[in-house]
């Protein structure tokens, strides 16, 4: 049973227009969220993360939104660049001892000259 | 500073071969994972350890064993590869001190098993 689903494989957006990333969990124990940067042939490489104690995080281009009640959030890329094409993994843990990440599958996102 | 590497970056088994593959991080970090990627499936956690001297079980463990003697360094050995291990494997690691939610990849090793 998937407790991290990014029901979205894949997403094509035109060049200085929003991405909207979206990711669902099912733990409700789940209380740090990230979002993990994926290129071809090259490792994850972390992007941004939210603590449950807040609904938003920001980091230039880069913002979360987190809607604990929904068990939801998502990732807006704003505005979108070409280099930003690559396979985006949401991730969410306990955040306490030692409860490993848990993934999604990953979306991936074409961003369109 | 190198951060993650990863020894080596291709190789092709045949079934029932064994192999170890080498993760080694310069970061001083205390936690240390293995990742399998395969398509449509995202990443899967194989094993992990929290310190020198301990390893503790992901959800996809079976095949695998690992073995973390320095802090710097976590094996991922498969004693008798099967096909179903044709994948991409990635190693991360994290800091108590910084998060340890906040993993550093390395660049991962694709194995073919055939």
């Known amino acids: 049973d998937q407790q991290v689903k990014q029901n979205s494989p894949s997403l094509s957006v035109q060049e200085g227009r929003i991405s909207i990333l979206n990711c669902d969990y099912t733990?409700?124990?789940?209380?740090?969220f990230l979002w993990y940067k994926k290129y071809p042939a090259e490792g994850p490489t972390f992007l941004i993360s939210i603590s449950s104690i807040k609904d938003k995080n920001e980091d230039g281009r880069f913002t979360v939104f987190l809607n604990k009640s929904a068990k939801h959030l998502s990732l807006h890329i704003v505005p979108s660049q070409p280099g930003d094409s690559a396979v985006y993994f949401c991730?969410?843990?306990?955040?306490?001892?030692?409860?490993?990440?848990?993934f999604g599958k990953g979306t991936r996102l074409s961003v369109i000259a | 500073n190198a951060g993650v590497t990863q020894t080596p970056k291709f190789r092709v088994l045949k079934t029932g071969q064994s192999m170890t593959l080498l993760c080694a991080q310069d970061m001083n970090h205390e936690y240390m994972y293995w990742y399998r990627q395969d398509p449509g499936m995202g990443l899967r956690l194989i094993h992990y350890s929290v310190g020198e001297g301990t390893t503790a079980k992901g959800e996809v463990p079976d095949g695998y064993n690992v073995s973390r003697l320095k802090k710097q360094n976590f094996l991922l050995g498969l004693e008798s590869a099967a096909p179903s291990q044709t994948s991409v494997y990635f190693c991360?690691?994290?800091?108590?001190?910084?998060?340890?939610?906040?993993?550093?990849f390395g660049p991962g090793t694709r194995l073919t098993v055939t």
């Open positions: 733990n409700s124990m789940f209380d740090y």
């Open positions: 991730a969410a843990t306990g955040g306490s001892g030692n409860t490993p990440l848990v």
């Open positions: 991360a690691s994290s800091s108590v001190r910084t998060g340890r939610d906040e993993q550093y």
